[in-house]
């Protein structure tokens, strides 16, 4: 999903705001430091658009689930040294300042007037079952799990696919949803405001999901939110057709192929329910 929404709020007095939804996947640095998170791209979107002295940012995050977290700009191919995050041109500065423009260019170019209205909202608790499937396998996916926390991460990789897990994530997945109960429940939402709606979900929504969303609302602009509300996470919610590629947030779902479209189902019904009262 490459489409970015800008809704902005022009006031008399004070500095407009433009409240941004984009999909980022919080990504990680790179190189000897690969395992630091960072969401250095944001931070410097803000910054570019602040700059302008005209507008405060508010971002709001889309369905980046699928998202590689190691994606790089050209000039990002070499490892990050010390002085990173001191240098102008590189990397996440430069995504950011990218991104920024394209909000300005919409802001200039590309805006409309949409109807206001007053705010209503949807919560609903949303239940899916929990993939129970392989659970006869936890006694294998412990043997590999203590190898990894033993520091033998190469023997416990090799003894998990040896033992017909996808990964040594999937045998820690198969651990952590055999302790679950039968089903898991949490909250979703939708807000409407005239012309413009939010959706929003706790979990890593693929970007397939956003723009079912996105097409399906009846609003003439919708944000679509993940992870939000993270006190009650709901994990990653591949679609059925990431299910039949597999992968890393397959392998790690909690709950089985068909969940993120009947999630989004579900939020579209919050969405219809909004626009019949709007």
């Not at 300042?97 to 919560?123: H, S």
């Not at 706790?202 to 969303?213: K, Q, V, W």
């Not at 397959?250 to 192929?257: H, I, P, Q, Y």
């Not at 579900?266 to 626009?275: A, E, G, H, K, N």
């Amino acid at each position: 999903d490459e489409e970015m929404q800008v809704l902005r709020f022009k006031r008399v007095t004070k500095k407009d705001i433009l409240m941004v939804n984009w999909q980022s996947h919080p990504h990680r640095t790179g190189g000897f430091r690969k395992f630091d998170l960072s969401s250095d791209v944001i931070e410097h979107f803000r910054k570019t658009v602040e700059a302008s002295n005209k507008y405060l940012f508010a971002y709001y995050q889309g369905c980046s689930g699928n998202l590689n977290t190691n994606s790089r700009l050209a000039s990002e191919n070499t490892y990050r040294t010390p002085d990173y995050y001191d240098t102008d041109n590189k990397g996440y500065k430069t995504h950011g300042r990218c991104l920024g423009q394209t909000c300005f260019d919409i802001v200039e170019n590309n805006m409309r007037r949409v109807k206001t209205g007053k705010i209503r909202t949807v919560e609903k608790v949303f239940e899916g079952p929990v993939n129970h499937s392989w659970d006869h396998k936890v006694d294998d996916a412990k043997k590999a799990v203590e190898l990894w926390e033993a520091g033998q991460s190469l023997e416990a990789k090799a003894l998990a696919l040896e033992l017909g897990f996808n990964s040594i994530y999937h045998a820690l997945a198969v651990i952590r949803r055999a302790d679950m109960p039968a089903t898991f429940s949490y909250k979703i939402y939708a807000a409407s405001f005239g012309d413009f709606a939010f959706v929003a979900s706790p979990n890593e929504l693929y970007d397939t999901t956003g723009i079912y969303l996105k097409n399906s609302s009846p609003f003439e602009m919708t944000f679509v939110c993940g992870y939000t509300n993270g006190t009650n996470y709901g994990g990653y919610l591949p679609t059925i057709k990431a299910f039949a590629h597999g992968g890393y947030g397959c392998d790690t779902c909690r709950f089985g192929a068909g969940i993120a479209e009947n999630m989004a189902d579900t939020l579209i019904d919050c969405l219809v329910r909004l626009y019949q009262n709007k």
